[in-house]
């Protein structure tokens, strides 16, 4: 009897820890995050994780932040079979070799479930796409624009620029009065540099012309391509970007421009979140225009820059609560609540924004910036950031490569060629990613 | 019996140093993303350092750092050190502050450095030219920023080699140096006929792991200027980190990591047969 009764007490423990475990491999769904200060992983709890698992009570989502360096630690861990549910990639130029290794879960059959087809820009669709079929959609996008400090060039009779050549004559009127015309530096994140070949390559070649070598249908040593990064070298030789460039990082720049030692600041969306750090307190007032092209180009150009990407790892033990998860952070609620607190970084891309009210706290200028944006994309009318449509060793040669054109260490021409030559052999490699068809 | 006391270390050394070293050297024969599988393309990856400017700006740098650094810090270090050991009195005192640097961490030293000292905006550099000195930041221009980074590397570097030498130059036998005393020898006499001859196995050990470690120096210089500006102030390792993390040449990566290797293999050489030499003596 004594034994019958262990028997039967041990498959009940077995059972029960079966069980336990079964529904513990089902519930917990990982996800790896950036670098996030205290103050914004409090927002990311309160807005996402916390709202997710009260409205999931079978799923329990959680958040480990890895840092600035979460791009090379998922690579090894997905390369070696682990890592997290949800795959937070640096953009969609990083998610065909992962889609190609079979790291990650097609999305098709969530995307049709929980109507991303619908919900979420077509473009952004387009963009997390490998072999036809979707394996990432963008968590946030951004544009590049010109702010500028509305107080000073009010002081001084100035209007912001509406072409190149107001631009330049803009520029030279600062540089007589020393203030600094672009308020610029990449002094910790190199990478800065593309912000300004992005620019000059939509506002000045174009985003047809882009888009055609992108395509691989033009040589990156074009003509236009040629004339935008000698505009651009003139600008550095005329000394618009300050003696400072190599010594401010982003945050200094907003300083430098609400101060009024500087009077422009060509830079991204996400520079909306240190506005009322600086201005208020500097009595100045920020303004934001779309950056002014050539003739050629027409009307100022958005281009429009993916940063991040969210997939659904194929070794996932829960890629339905995964994407679950994903969908709920492209839900109304949740971009309503994520803007309201951090401007710039959740700029999800949902296809409708009519019915979403920002806090009363936002910056009118940010959500006027972003409904402007939503309506170039949604009408196919933006440009092309580097980060977000050139390769992997294209984007890092850019990058590097335009410090040598600047400090006279290389021409134009050199620097083109070596560009472009790293684009072919990285397109015959399968490494660009996919441009959505204007 | 006692040899089988190598076994535990001489598994762990093939386990975590020799398997690694191996494949390393094995990748710098192939082109891999880091992601998908690895393809075989033989001397492809050192032709393309062959012909890479930037890889030879990285070498040359690396060739001026070991020999900045096997002067200044070392000359520094000795001197300091001397001068420890002929005034006694506050040597305790000074070795805790020479050596200070060396326990704050890396990241922290380099942007001290970069906000409060080098920066135009919140640095000592600011300030001057707040009051009209024509001062530049050294990480900004090609032709000083390897120096700029250097200099930060050798301020926290020579504290430690002080102590070392101090420690080393207390091992020298007292009869010596009251000898050379009597006998009226100099500052410099007793420096260079006693103090030095001394100390030579320590001060040869410092040149030679100098040697490896400014081959493998990497943390100052990604932190202050990530190789720049226009790969001015590259090296090696820097070169090697970009390479597998930013353009995905995970296999060129591994052919700079080869090079690294191969100026520490001879350094280590040098080493194992000076260590043999002192043996036979």
């Known amino acids: 009897m004594e034994r019958r009764l262990f028997i039967k007490t041990a498959i009940a423990l077995m059972a029960g820890t079966a069980l336990t475990g079964a529904a513990l491999a089902a519930g917990p769904i990982t996800w790896w995050y950036e670098t996030a200060t205290p103050e914004q992983q409090g927002v990311i709890t309160r807005n996402i994780i916390e709202p997710f698992n009260a409205a999931h009570p079978d799923d329990s989502l959680s958040i480990d932040y890895r840092g600035a360096q979460l791009d090379n630690q998922m690579r090894v861990a997905l390369l070696s079979g682990t890592g997290p549910d949800i795959v937070y990639t640096a953009g969609p130029s990083y998610v065909a070799p992962m889609a190609q290794a079979g790291q990650l879960l097609p999305l098709d059959d969530y995307a049709e479930q929980f109507g991303w087809n619908e919900r979420i820009l077509p473009v952004f669709l387009e963009m997390g796409r490998y072999n036809g079929q979707l394996y990432a959609v963008p968590k946030t996008y951004e544009t590049l624009g010109l702010f500028y400090n509305a107080t000073l060039l009010e002081e001084h009779g100035w209007t912001p620029p509406t072409s190149i050549d107001e631009l330049e004559a803009l520029a030279d009127a600062m540089l007589a009065e020393n203030i600094v015309p672009f308020s610029s530096g990449n002094a910790l994140w190199r990478p800065t540099n593309e912000h300004y070949v992005s620019l000059a390559l939509n506002a000045i070649a174009g985003p047809e012309n882009v888009y055609k070598a992108l395509n691989g249908e033009i040589p990156w040593t074009s003509e236009p391509f040629a004339a935008a990064i000698t505009r651009l070298n003139e600008w550095w030789q005329k000394g618009y970007f300050g003696p400072n460039y190599f010594s401010l990082n982003g945050e200094q720049q907003v300083a430098e421009l609400a101060a009024g030692r500087a009077g422009m600041m060509p830079s991204g969306t996400w520079q909306f979140q240190h506005i009322e750090t600086y201005f208020p307190p500097a009595n100045a007032e920020a303004g934001f225009v779309g950056f002014p092209s050539t003739e050629d180009v027409g009307e100022p150009v958005f281009p429009l820059g993916v940063g991040s990407t969210f997939s659904v790892a194929a070794t996932s033990q829960n890629p339905d609560g995964a994407a679950a998860a994903i969908d709920f952070i492209f839900s109304d609620e949740t971009y309503t609540a994520m803007n309201t607190e951090w401007q710039g970084e959740w700029n999800t891309p949902l296809s409708d924004l009519s019915g979403i009210t920002l806090g009363d706290d936002v910056l009118p200028l940010y959500t006027e910036a972003m409904q402007t944006l939503a309506q170039s994309v949604a009408q196919d009318e933006y440009g092309y950031t580097t980060w977000t449509f050139l390769p992997p060793a294209t984007n890092s040669f850019m990058v590097s490569g335009i410090e040598e054109v600047w400090l006279g260490r290389s021409t134009v021409e050199q620097y083109l060629a070596q560009w472009d030559a790293t684009f072919q052999q990285e397109m015959a490699e399968g490494k660009v990613p996919a441009i959505p068809a204007r | ?281």
């Open chain 2, 1 to 281: 019996m006692h040899r089988f006391y190598v076994v535990p270390t001489l598994v762990i050394n093939v386990a975590i140093i020799l398997v690694p070293a191996l494949l390393t050297v094995a990748l710098a024969f192939f082109r891999w993303d880091g992601i998908n599988m690895p393809v075989f393309i033989g001397m492809g990856n050192f032709q393309a350092l062959w012909a890479d400017r930037v890889f030879w700006t990285a070498l040359t740098n690396n060739i001026i750092w070991t020999l900045l650094f096997l002067t200044v810090p070392i000359g520094i270090g000795l001197l300091a050190a001397t001068l420890l050991l002929v005034a006694r009195r506050g040597s305790m005192f000074f070795q805790v502050i020479y050596f200070l640097p060396m326990i704050i961490a890396t990241a922290i030293l380099a942007r001290i450095w970069q906000g409060m000292i080098y920066s135009p905006v919140s640095g000592v550099n600011g300030m001057l030219q707040r009051m009209g000195f024509p001062t530049l930041d050294p990480l900004t221009q090609p032709s000083t920023a390897l120096l700029g980074i250097a200099t930060v590397d050798l301020w926290h570097w020579w504290g430690f080699l002080c102590v070392i030498f101090f420690a080393a130059l207390r091992q020298v036998p007292q009869e010596q140096i009251e000898a050379a005393r009597i006998e009226g020898a100099s500052f410099w006499q007793m420096m260079r006929y006693v103090l030095l001859p001394g100390i030579r196995p320590t001060i040869t050990l410092m040149m030679i792991m100098t040697v490896i470690w400014s081959f493998l120096v990497f943390d100052f210089v990604y932190i202050l200027t990530q190789g720049g500006p226009a790969f001015s102030s590259e090296v090696l390792s820097t070169l090697a980190y970009r390479s597998a993390f930013y353009d995905l040449a995970v296999g060129k990566a591994a052919a700079v990591a080869v090079v690294i290797s191969i100026f520490g293999l001879i350094a280590t050489a040098f080493y194992i047969r000076e260590q043999a030499r002192e043996f036979d003596r």
